[in-house]
């Protein structure tokens, strides 16, 4: 109940494009759900967070939508370039006392000139 | 976005010793530390939380005795890597919990055991 299934495992898009990314969860008590990117050999960096009172937000070429009835949320990269090749991984997290961050299994995203 | 430092960035060392890994908030102050452990091309595992003040809390599978950690200050976590083996060799990444739920990570720290 605690796992996060992330889609695609990878992801080939060209330049310009629009990169899709989904997560599925079961656990409702969920109410946070952040999505970082990851390069090689590096941490990973927070893009941008959702929570469930919201459906969609958006941060430049960065987009969450969250459909809270069907347990499902997903990135939405515009204008995909090939910076942003890397690895993505959706997470969520319960309001508690630690907040710990259950990620996805990751996308490998490439994004071809 | 709130910055997070790892000191070392790369260590290798030999198999049967000790290897402290410091994980600094620089720009906010964090009660919450989190230990992570990343295999190549795989997600993130989460060792341990650490909370300023008091004992680290450990997943299920993670030794406690061999990966230590300390809390000691609401900006300093450190995990100590004890009578490290080849199989410890793993990229460590730590993150610090910015009020109310956000997590930052450091650049990780690439532990290989000769």
């Known amino acids: 109940q605690q796992q996060v299934k992330q889609s695609p495992q990878s992801l080939i898009v060209q330049k310009g494009g629009i990169s899709i990314i989904n997560c599925a969860y079961e656990?409702?008590?969920?109410?946070?759900f952040p999505w970082y990117q990851q390069f090689p050999g590096k941490g990973p960096a927070l893009l941008i967070a959702?929570?469930?009172?919201?459906s969609e937000k958006k941060e430049g070429r960065f987009t969450i939508s969250f459909n809270k009835s069907a347990k499902q949320f997903s990135l939405h990269i515009m204008d995909s370039q090939p910076g942003d090749s890397a690895t993505y991984f959706c997470?969520?997290?319960?309001?508690?006392?630690?907040?710990?961050?259950?990620f996805g299994s990751g996308t490998q995203l490439t994004v071809l000139p | 976005g709130a910055v997070v430092s790892q000191h070392p960035s790369r260590v290798i060392c030999k198999s049967g010793t000790s290897v402290k890994i410091e994980c600094r908030s620089l720009d906010f102050q964090a009660t919450t530390m989190f230990w992570y452990r990343q295999f190549p091309k795989q997600s993130l595992m989460l060792m341990a939380t650490s909370n300023e003040g008091s004992k680290a809390t450990y997943e299920q599978g993670v030794e406690k005795d061999k990966f230590l950690i300390n809390h000691a200050s609401l900006t300093l976590s450190t995990l100590t890597v004890t009578s490290a083996h080849p199989e410890d060799s793993s990229f460590y990444i730590c993150?610090?919990?910015?009020?109310?739920?956000?997590?930052?990570f450091g650049p990780g720290t690439r532990l290989t055991v000769l």
């Open positions: 993150s610090a919990r910015d009020w109310p739920d956000t997590q930052y």
């Open positions: 656990n409702t008590a969920f109410d946070y």
């Open positions: 959702i929570r469930p009172d919201v």
């Open positions: 997470a969520a997290s319960i309001t508690g006392s630690a907040r710990q961050l259950t």
